[in-house]
Nanobody, 122 residues
Framework: VQLVESGGGLVQPGGSLRLSCAASGSSLDNYAIGWFRQAPGKEREGVLCINKYNTIAMYVDSMKGRATIYRDNAKNTVYLQMNSLKPEDTAIYYC????????????????WGQGTQITVSS
């Protein structure tokens, strides 16, 4: 499966963005999709994941109440909606796929998108 992220950009603190992870080559029905982010000088970390059964796992406490993930099977796309963005959310955001269940581990995912930059700044 090939993944392509979109929707990143420059946003002011307090703003919102919706990232898309569009898949091709295979249906996402049997995949868990995780969103990860990597800030400059930091390790890549898991943010949110939605599994095959649409159960959601949250991996970053600072995003609780500010981010959600959902999928549109008809479009073979998974979305990450983020609100009340903060400067510390600035990072490259990646989506990744693995079969069935979620994991916060970067090495657990077989397929990655190229990433999309989010910059939160006034």
């Amino acid at each position: 499966v090939q993944l392509v992220e979109s929707g990143g950009g420059l946003v002011q603190p307090g703003g919102s963005l919706r990232l898309s992870c569009a898949a091709s080559g295979s249906s996402l029905d049997n995949y868990a999709i995780g969103w990860f982010r990597q800030a400059p000088g930091k390790e890549r970390e898991g943010v949110l994941c939605i599994n095959k059964y649409n159960t959601i796992a949250m991996y970053v406490d600072s995003m609780k109440g500010r981010a959600t993930i959902y999928r549109d099977n008809a479009k073979n796309t998974v979305y990450l909606q983020m609100n009340s963005l903060k400067p510390e959310d600035t990072a490259i955001y990646y989506c990744a796929a693995r079969y069935y269940t979620c994991s916060s581990g970067v090495l657990s995912y077989n397929h990655w998108g190229q990433g999309t930059q989010i910059t939160v700044s006034s």
